[in-house]
């Protein structure tokens, strides 16, 4: 069973969305969300961040999985179905 699950993701932006469980992808329940989006806003919890999954398409591009991670002073792209493994 595969999850992919945002917990960790958020854990790095904002020690106080540990509350928040979002599963976007799960192989046992034939799930997979295409585009996803939270920031601290959303949340009420303070501080300037984002996380965004999409899932990119057309060309070489079509179907990968793609996790944009936004801070004030960071932005880190994450392509978890892509060079994971390594």
Known sequence: MLKLQLLPILLLCAPA????????????????????????????????????RLTLRGGKQEGVDSIVIRTDTLTAVILPTRGMSV
Do not use: C, K, R
């Open 17 to 52: 969305a540990a509350q928040h469980h979002f599963v976007l992808t799960d192989t046992a329940t034939n799930l997979h969300t295409d585009t996803f989006q939270v920031s601290a806003a959303d949340l009420g919890q303070p501080g300037d961040w984002s996380v965004q």
